[in-house]
């Protein structure tokens, strides 16, 4: 691989950064909420499950007693 100088690299990410297609500020937000959206489904998921395992474990442990 060929060592470029600085100012040629320089000019080599400019170029490949004006091929960059950016999100538009509604699609940003659009998937920002879609984030929101799948961390509260999955939260509440998670606590279900914990919820019935940490009843199952305790039925489980209360056997003897």
């Given at each position: 691989m060929a060592k470029n100088s600085p100012v040629e690299f320089f000019q080599q990410v400019r170029t490949e950064t004006a091929k960059v297609t950016w999100p538009t500020r509604r699609e940003t937000l659009?998937?920002?909420a879609m984030v929101f959206v799948m961390v509260l489904l999955a939260s509440?998921?998670?606590?279900?499950?914990?919820?019935?395992?940490?009843?199952?474990?305790?039925?489980?442990?209360?056997?003897?007693?």
């Open positions: 659009i998937t920002t509440v998921f998670f606590l279900i499950v914990d919820q019935i395992l940490r009843f199952g474990v305790s039925q489980l442990l209360n056997i003897g007693h």
